[in-house]
């Protein structure tokens, strides 16, 4: 109510708008029989960026594996192998591990990543995704999965936004915490009605602590925030209330977000190269490029770039 309040409040306002371009990369991109969806945010490594994705050979998520890819100019990509298999049968990261991102901390790398007990091929399918955490010393691995998993999971109540499911990570470190935003959807809802929640922990590994003004953001079926200055500012794709849809929102503590700017042609599931995202410097801006989901007929998704730059 806040948000739509602020939003109402706005209506007539112009905002800036933000134009986005998309193009291939190699390496990573179209491919026949093989699935490369749910880039995670761009990090870079000494000369190297890095990115972590879910791949397959079926178009959803849900029968995945998480692998990586290295650039060093963020066109042309290396897929260097599997980051994270699946977990043990008939554990809650047994059928798929996917949608992954990445957390720098305390000198280690932290890769969160979605998880599902349930195969694909049940009839009718019916999710469970929980959030777990693997660390390493290194980006290129190994992985050890944290024994504490999963770090975060769907609510027991099924009044609560994040009932049925939850899943995309997208992590920012703030006011020396470290601030976990992903997406949520209600039992006996849509992929329609999936709306962003925020959990707070003081180390890396957890426990991350749900917000209690959670829903933070009434929409968006992806997740991709990054510090905006003192704030932080989310893009919203096509799915949501009509008044936030394909835009950028802002909240200066993180939480209250009003809008700023229109954008065209958005990123699809995109993770962002974000280089203030964990440093809690306050000086992040919006940025410049990132990665996204790829579709082109005949062929299952697959990574692309994309561009952004602001308009007037």
């Not at 972590?52 to 029968?63: A, C, H, L, Q, R």
């Not at 949501?240 to 809008?259: C, M, R």
């Amino acid at each position: 109510m806040i948000i739509a309040g602020a939003l109402c409040a706005t209506a007539q306002a112009e905002f800036k708008t933000v134009n986005v371009t998309h193009s291939e990369l190699t390496g990573i991109g179209a491919e026949k029989g093989v699935m490369r969806r749910d880039p995670s945010d761009v990090i870079k490594v000494g000369d190297l960026y890095y990115v972590w994705y879910s791949k397959g050979t079926i178009s959803p998520g849900y029968d995945a594996t998480v692998w990586y890819a290295t650039s060093a100019d963020g066109v042309s990509w290396t897929e260097k192998g599997m980051a994270l298999a699946k977990g043990e049968p008939g554990s809650w990261e047994g059928a798929s591990v996917f949608t992954p991102n990445i957390l720098v901390a305390e000198g280690k790398y932290w890769l969160f990543y979605t998880g599902t007990s349930r195969p694909f091929a049940q009839k009718p399918f019916n999710p469970d995704s929980k959030i777990g955490i693997a660390v390493s010393d290194s980006p290129d691995g190994p992985w050890e999965r944290l024994a504490t998993n999963p770090a975060l999971i769907n609510s027991d109540d099924d009044k609560q936004f994040d009932s049925h499911l939850i899943d995309d990570a997208c992590l920012l470190v703030r006011e020396g915490k470290y601030w976990f935003y992903y997406k949520g959807r209600q039992q006996g809802k849509g992929p329609g009605q999936t709306q962003m929640g925020l959990a707070i922990a003081d180390k890396p590994e957890g426990p991350y602590i749900r917000h209690p003004e959670n829903p933070v953001i009434p929409g968006n079926h992806e997740v991709l925030v990054w510090p905006q200055g003192k704030g932080v500012a989310a893009m919203i794709g096509t799915t949501g209330p009509k008044e936030i849809t394909n835009s950028i929102l802002y909240a200066e503590d993180g939480v209250h977000f009003t809008k700023t700017h229109t954008v065209k042609r958005g990123a699809w599931a995109g993770g962002a190269y974000r280089p203030e995202a964990f440093t809690g410097s306050g000086t992040g801006a919006l940025p410049e490029w990132g990665v996204e989901i790829g579709a082109k007929k005949g062929y299952l998704p697959f990574i692309r770039r994309f561009d952004v730059k602001e308009g007037e």
